[in-house]
């Protein structure tokens, strides 16, 4: 492939422009498409199209969210809407192929809804009013285009968000877009992406170094993974743009072991680029040189907390370390580091492309624009959803995935993860913002989103999640290391039904000095799954006591 | 070193990595993807080339819950236990499979046929329960799925865990 300049981008064309005679078909192929089995069925659709002596490419491409709908399979036929199939086996792959081929109408059955008609995308104009409830700023390109081909990126807009800011922009005029978009980060903690640019562009050191934190910790969400392996080029993107507006020769992807095809589609994304002039010496013909490696973590839940991440990437033991000194003014190697979720970068082309008054549009008070939830557990629909903020937590847990799936009602929703906090079911018309969860003694978090419906009991979770800090604690602090052992052994008595009244307040004072001591924030947030549990439903923990005569 | 290994893929992961900054796990990694494992020797040949001492990369592979120092036997089958898995009755399957191979979580068969471990969260939690063996991963598992492919573990399945 050829290097690229700003002005090949800036001429090209978009694919929607491109009118094609063949019928396009896609297969999700992703982690989850392919766990649901989309290669037999991507083999099959080929298979069938060569016997009928068709030549039509099938394409691969990444998730569109509907993960418990896997495989999915689109059709769009010349000058038609595209209809996508659910739950495809390969003997339904053969016969959609064989309609296909012959020119016959697509079977009825099978059919699930489209990207279409679940969300808005970013840039596309919306059919109706009281149209698809999700909207796709992050997602833009997740189920839409296959992601090892940066052509199909660069046919969405790929990389002119890059070449605008290369050729007009100053860094502070970035900022300064990113800063009336309102962004905040999308890892969980919610501080304004423009501050963390600036100041780590002010501090002073002998490099800049930007990393973008890939670590996905939260098990049981995996947004990060979704768009890393769905529309890699867009966080390269937004790495390359941080890399120019802090000053940075070099970045670094810290990506969790755990995720081989995000690996995969990123060291794809990064040959790609550099061979388009994307990456590398004089990027796009400027005097802008910058380049990307990868780093990978070994299953360590604290190495996605920034001082933590530093240490890894560094090649060490992933212990954090006091702040400040903060990564923006110290980190990597010394010198300061911009440290970004990955889902905060994939917002920055949208940012760049249409401006941060449009961003600010989306969403509700300080807390704008999208964010892609993974919403699991017992709903009907699991999958990704990427939503406006300000839309209530019922809007998407009955509204877009349906409900609970086993009839049993709703009891709670839990977000943030192991650090995060339950959120009972007769709360569920807050909106989601960072203020109203956290208002609610749980947190944004980076995107997980489980659904427990009466059948959990929410004193076994608990000691879940206060388990699985405690062996992801590194040990380093007291505070986190024998506050955490200390209550999950309370948590396991009560659960046993030997705890007495005592315990309860114990595991109160334990959770404070946590919060209160602990030197990072995984035992800052051990305590709030437990914490927030107590608050909605101490009567669960009190009818295991000794003392309530059971 | 491991029957199957040899110095020179040792040297190759050294070579790739000597100089570039932060890369011991990098390195590491190398290994275990060649081995399935980090054997002992190769890990000082990998320190002696890359001037590592040894305890400073036993420091790293003791942390990092990823590294197996020990041979894993063929078939890695890992049941995951983060949230969405947990709540979908991942704790049951962990003791199916368990029964099933007469091992503990971190044990390896007799026979080296099996490992059994407990991994937290692959990143395919709408399709909860996951388990995965080797690099395979088997989505919406149930005890009788289970099973059924602890019997015949070799459909489909290569690359590493
Ligand atoms: C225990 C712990 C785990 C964390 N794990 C992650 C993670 O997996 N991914 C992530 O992006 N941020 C994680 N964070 C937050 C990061 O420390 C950091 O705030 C974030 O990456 C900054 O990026 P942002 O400003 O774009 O959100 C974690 C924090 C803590 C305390
Ligand atoms: S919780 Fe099991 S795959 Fe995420």
Redesign the interface.
């Known amino acids: 492939m050829a290097r690229l300049t700003v002005a090949d981008l800036e001429a090209r064309a978009p694919a929607e422009a491109q009118v094609s005679d063949q019928p396009k078909i896609k297969v999700g192929m992703s ?2 498409g ?3 089995g989309a290669e037999p069925v991507f083999v099959a659709l080929e298979a069938e199209l060569r016997r009928r002596s068709v030549e039509w490419r099938v394409a691969r491409t990444g998730c569109a969210g509907m ?2 709908m ?1 495989p999915l399979v689109e059709v769009t036929l010349p000058g038609q809407p595209a209809v996508m199939f659910g739950d495809v086996t390969p003997e339904f792959a053969r016969h959609l192929a064989a309609a296909c081929a012959a020119g016959k109408p697509l079977p009825v059955e099978k059919r699930v809804p489209g990207i279409a008609d679940l969300a808005r995308i970013a840039g596309e104009p919306v059919a109706t009013e009281g149209g698809p409830r999700q909207y796709r700023i992050v997602m833009r390109n997740c189920g839409v285009i296959d992601p090892e081909e940066i052509d199909e990126y660069l046919d969405r807009g790929g990389y002119k968000a890059l070449a605008r800011v290369l050729s007009t922009m100053t860094p502070e005029q970035v900022i300064e877009e990113l800063k009336v978009s309102g962004l905040r980060g999308r890892g969980g903690a919610g501080f304004p992406a423009w501050l963390k640019w600036s100041l780590t562009r002010e501090s002073a050191g002998e490099e800049h170094l930007i990393v973008c934190n890939g670590d ?1 910790g ?5 947004m990060d ?2 768009v890393l392996e769905g529309d890699p080029h867009a966080v390269l993107e937004g790495m390359i743009i941080g890399g120019y507006v802090i000053g940075a020769k070099s970045g ?1 992807f810290y990506i969790r ?4 095809l ?1 690996i995969q589609r990123i060291e794809k994304a990064l040959r790609q680029a550099r061979a388009s002039g994307l990456l590398g010496n004089n990027i796009l013909g400027t005097d802008f040189s910058f380049n990307v ?1 990868i ?7 604290v190495c996605g907390e920034e001082t933590a991440l530093i240490a ?8 954090p370390s006091p702040r400040p000194p903060y990564p923006s003014v110290k980190g ?2 010394g010198q300061p580091t911009m440290i970004n979720n990955v889902e905060s970068l994939a917002n920055l082309t949208q940012i760049v492309l249409r401006g941060g008054e449009w961003f600010s549009g989306i969403g509700m008070g300080k807390s704008t624009g999208t964010k892609v939830f ?1 919403v ?3 709903v009907k629909h ?3 959803v990427e939503i406006p903020m300000g839309m209530t937590l019922r809007e998407v847990v009955e509204g877009i995935c349906g409900g609970s799936a086993s009839g049993s009602p709703i009891k709670a929703v ?1 977000t943030g ?1 192991p650090s995060g906090g339950l959120i009972p079911a007769r709360e569920l018309d807050t909106p989601i913002t960072y203020e109203h969860l956290q208002k609610l003694g749980s947190y944004m978090g980076s995107g ?1 989103m ?1 659904v ?1 419906d009466e059948t ?1 009991d929410l004193v076994e ?1 608990s000691r ?2 206060l388990g ?1 800090c405690v062996d992801e604690s ?1 040990g380093k602090c007291a505070p986190c290391r024998i506050g955490g052992t200390q209550m999950l052994r309370l948590l396991d008595r009560i659960a046993a039904g030997k705890g007495n009244e005592g315990d309860i307040a114990t595991i109160r004072r334990l959770a404070h000095a946590m919060q209160k001591a602990s030197l990072c924030g995984l035992g800052q947030g051990a305590p709030n799954p437990v914490l927030s549990a107590l608050r909605y439903f101490e009567p669960e923990f009190r009818g295991r006591l000794t003392s309530s005569g059971n | 070193m491991s029957p199957t290994g040899t110095e020179d893929d040792v040297a190759a992961i050294a070579k790739r990595w000597k100089n ?7 390195a ?2 190398g290994l275990q993807d060649r081995y399935g494992y980090v054997p002992r020797e190769a890990a000082m040949s990998l320190g002696e080339q890359m001037d590592v001492p040894l305890a400073r990369i036993y ?2 592979l003791t ?5 197996r120092l020990k041979s894993p036997g063929k078939h890695v089958v890992s049941v995951c ?8 009755g991942a704790p049951q399957l962990l003791s199916r499979a368990s029964e099933e191979l007469g091992i503990k979580p971190g044990e390896t068969t007799a026979d080296g046929e099996f490992h059994l471990q407990v ?10 329960p ?1 388990v995965t063996v080797n ?1 395979k ?3 919406k598992v149930t005890g009788e799925s289970l099973e059924a492919h602890l019997l015949t573990p070799t459909t489909a399945e290569d690359g590493k865990a």
Request: hydrophobic residues 40%.
């Open positions: 982690t989850c392919m766990a649901a993960c418990s896997e996905e939260d098990p049981g969400a995996y993974r979704s670094f072991a755990e995720y081989p995000a490696e780093r990978l973590g070994a299953g360590a839940f890894s990437v560094e090649g060490k033991r992933g212990t990597l190697w993974a699991t557990g017992k699991a999958g990704l839990q993860g997980g489980i427990m959990d979770l879940f999640y699985f590194c | 570039k900054r932060g890369s011991l796990i990098m590491l990694h420091e790293v942390f990092y819950n990823y590294f236990m983060g949230t969405a898995c947990y709540l979908k991994v937290r969260c692959v990143g395919c939690c709408g399709l909860a996951v690099a991963l088997l989505a």
